[in-house]
């Protein structure tokens, strides 16, 4: 069965530096990875996804993504965080077909001055 | 084009009490799907519809909930009778392929049990 591991539930990072959330999932073939953000009052906003080829993988809002298979992570990254960037973070990993996404349970960025 | 529109936004029921959360999936997306995060929790996969059929509902807690989607368009969740630990916030996806690919999201429904 597929599972996916945030490891951190809450980070605190300030207006400026760079982030990396970690990212790592279970599942015995190529998966589908993604990423979503929810920030308050929001529904989930896809900021990028990875099905195969380049494993660098550039997203919406500055941020990108690496998918390491020999590491089975899926870190995402920004170089300079903005305060607009806090919000929750979410992992999930799907396959091909119908079947549902499996999710992490989340990180929180929190940004500060 | 609209997004995913789910309401209500919030609702606050009593235990024993029903509830019916209603959404509607960008037009022309075949695929619905419904998930729920506990507090705390991971967001879990509850069904998935394709069109007006139940593709997969494997992810459905016990028979107090019941999903229909209407003609293929709009679906609606009914949790009859509430218990405290459906207490959550209820989202739904559509997607106009499979879902593997990404789905767009509503805003969800924030249902609290007292």
């Known amino acids: 069965a597929q599972s996916v591991t945030q490891p951190d539930i809450h980070i605190t990072v300030s207006e400026g530096a760079s982030l990396e959330l970690r990212c790592n999932y279970s599942y015995g073939a190529t998966p589908y990875l993604f990423w979503y953000v929810q920030s308050p009052g929001q529904g989930l906003q896809l900021l990028l996804k990875y099905f195969s080829g380049d494993t660098l993988v550039q997203g919406i809002k500055g941020f990108e993504a690496e998918f390491k298979r020999s590491q089975s992570s899926f870190n995402l990254r920004k170089p300079s965080v903005h305060w607009s960037d806090a919000a929750e973070y979410f992992c999930?990993?799907?396959?091909?077909?119908?079947?549902?996404?499996?999710f992490g349970k989340g990180t929180r960025l929190s940004v500060i001055a | 084009e609209a997004g995913v529109t789910q309401f209500p936004s919030h609702s606050v029921i009593e235990k024993g009490q029903t509830v019916t959360l209603r959404c509607d999936p960008i037009?022309?997306?075949?695929?619905l799907y419904w998930y729920r995060r506990v507090m705390g929790k991971e967001i879990k996969f509850l069904l998935h519809f394709v069109k007006e059929s139940k593709q997969d509902e494997s992810g459905m807690p016990n028979n107090r909930f019941l999903a229909e989607r209407t003609g293929g368009t709009y679906s609606t969740l009914k949790v009859q009778p509430a218990e405290l630990e459906d207490s959550g916030v209820y989202f739904c996806?559509?997607?106009?392929?499979?879902?593997?690919?990404?789905?767009?999201f509503g805003s969800g429904t924030r249902l609290t049990v007292v």
């Open positions: 037009s022309g997306h075949d695929n």
């Open positions: 996806a559509s997607s106009q392929g499979t879902g593997a690919y990404g789905y767009t």
């Open positions: 999930a990993v799907g396959t091909s077909g119908n079947t549902p996404l499996v």
